[in-house]
């Protein structure tokens, strides 16, 4: 009899050991599940934060773009006017529009240059609407000048380069 509980005690000990080894694997496996499901979460949240820094900036440039044309119908009809209101003046409130988004061009500027531009010629034409006549003249002639200046300086850059 002595015999038969040894037996008895050594299938329960190996029992309990397989019962051990099993739910160490299921420990294991539950781990690894939960593992890969935080992988895939963290590729899926990497991919929705590229998506949506995309869309952000995406309406960050139609914003910017936006507000230029907005700026744009607006202040030529005040720059108009600050200059005579007559076909002469649709020169030189011209210039004050386009030159700004030139310069921006001409340095590459991008969309932060762009978005410059737009507070160039809102400031422009407000300084515009207090000015004389002969005194936005002159402020057309010295963005001219600015201009120009900036265009010749960018080629002696790539010239000596």
Do not use: K
Request: hydrophobic share 70%.
């Amino acid at each position: 009899m002595g015999a038969l509980v040894g037996l008895a005690f050594d299938s329960l000990a190996r029992a309990a050991v397989f019962a051990a080894q099993a739910l160490l694997a299921l420990a294991l496996a539950v781990l690894a599940a939960v593992l890969a499901l935080i992988g895939a979460l963290s590729v899926l949240l990497a991919q929705a934060i590229r998506m949506v820094a995309e869309a952000a900036s995406a309406i960050v440039r139609l914003a910017i773009a936006g507000a230029l044309v907005a700026v744009v119908v607006w202040a030529w009809p005040v720059a108009w006017s600050a200059f005579g209101a007559d076909v002469a003046a649709m020169i030189p409130a011209s210039m004050v529009v386009v030159l700004p988004m030139a310069w921006a061009m001409l340095r590459r500027g991008g969309w932060p240059g762009l978005l410059g531009a737009v507070l160039v010629i809102s400031g422009l034409t407000f300084a515009l609407s207090a000015m004389t006549q002969v005194a936005a003249q002159l402020l057309v002639v010295a963005l001219l000048i600015a201009t120009f200046y900036q265009s010749m300086q960018r080629r002696v850059r790539c010239s000596t380069d």
